[in-house]
């Protein structure tokens, strides 16, 4: 059994995604849970993660009603807002694991560490819930600041922390290394094919998913296929086997930590599935 701990639902007919330029034509259209069964349906994912796209507490709201395989969310709520807190509580609900913002698109580098944001992690650590860091080498030391500002909060590295892989990252073992340093961070294997890119089968990026789950160790480590983003590279079950194929040498329990265990442990201790 595996939990695929990082893919995303969309309806762009229901609301705007600002991201979703030309780059991404291929996938800016509509995919639900019928879409995610077929992609996984040769797989043996069990169980998923959901997890935001774009700043708006209706997408949450309608993460929150998708069925099995769904198992958890990973929604969005304003943290700089003065009543976070009763947000959070007007938004909780069993398979509500998690929020996320996309810091990577903040105009300041620094917005994680605003102290109205530190604030609102703050309330999230408070309710229970993980902070997903979705960062890139721009947004690094404010990412640590932020979890140190936040000391009893759980983090999740989005994307192995987004290496440069089409072009070379010679800081990045560096700043996993920082991360892996906090204990209270782990790191979400997932991603890497489209950092890549087109040419992902010419990059190594084998290199980076042993590296990412070395740093941290497979009990810090959790897979997330990040589709459909990730079908700009390749289909959901090449993703699985490519990172599959980089892990082989792990052994059993290992393993299981990484495809299933640390996602339990992380997301789902508190959760509850709905068919």
């Known amino acids: 059994m595996i939990i695929d701990a990082h893919h995303h639902l969309w309806d762009p007919a229901a609301r705007p995604y600002p991201w979703m330029d030309d780059s991404v034509a291929p996938i800016r259209r509509r995919f639900d849970v019928d879409d995610l069964r077929a992609a996984t349906q040769d797989t043996d994912v069990t169980r998923t993660i959901v997890v935001q796209a774009v700043h708006d507490p209706g997408e949450t709201a309608w993460l929150l009603a998708q069925p099995a395989p769904v198992t958890g969310v990973v929604g969005w709520v304003d943290l700089t807002a003065p009543d976070v807190a009763d947000r959070l509580s007007a938004l909780a609900h069993p398979r509500l694991v998690g929020i996320r913002h996309q810091a990577q698109d903040e105009p300041d580098p620094s917005w994680l560490a605003r102290p109205d944001v530190v604030r609102g992690v703050r309330a999230l650590a408070d309710a229970g819930l993980v902070f997903d860091l979705l960062v890139r080498a721009r947004e690094h030391h404010a990412a640590l600041a932020l979890v140190d500002a936040v000391p009893d909060g759980s983090f999740v590295l989005d994307h192995a922390g987004k290496p440069t892989i089409d072009t070379g990252d010679p800081g990045w073992v560096g700043r996993m290394r920082d991360l892996a340093a906090r204990p209270n961070v782990v790191c979400k294997v997932s991603g890497l094919l489209t950092e890549a890119g087109a040419d992902w089968q010419h990059r190594p990026v084998a290199r980076y998913v042993r590296a990412a789950v070395e740093t941290f160790g497979p009990d810090r480590s959790m897979f997330g296929s990040d589709w ?46 709905q068919t």
Do not use: I, N, W
Not at 237 to 255: H, K, M, P, Y
Not at 257 to 262: E, I, K, L
């Open 228 to 273: 459909p983003v990730s079908t700009l590279a390749a289909d959901h079950g090449t993703v699985l086997s490519t990172t599959e194929q980089a892990l082989a040498d792990l052994s059993d329990a290992e393993r299981d930590a990484v495809f299933h265990d640390t996602a339990e442990r992380v997301y789902l201790a508190g959760a509850s599935s």
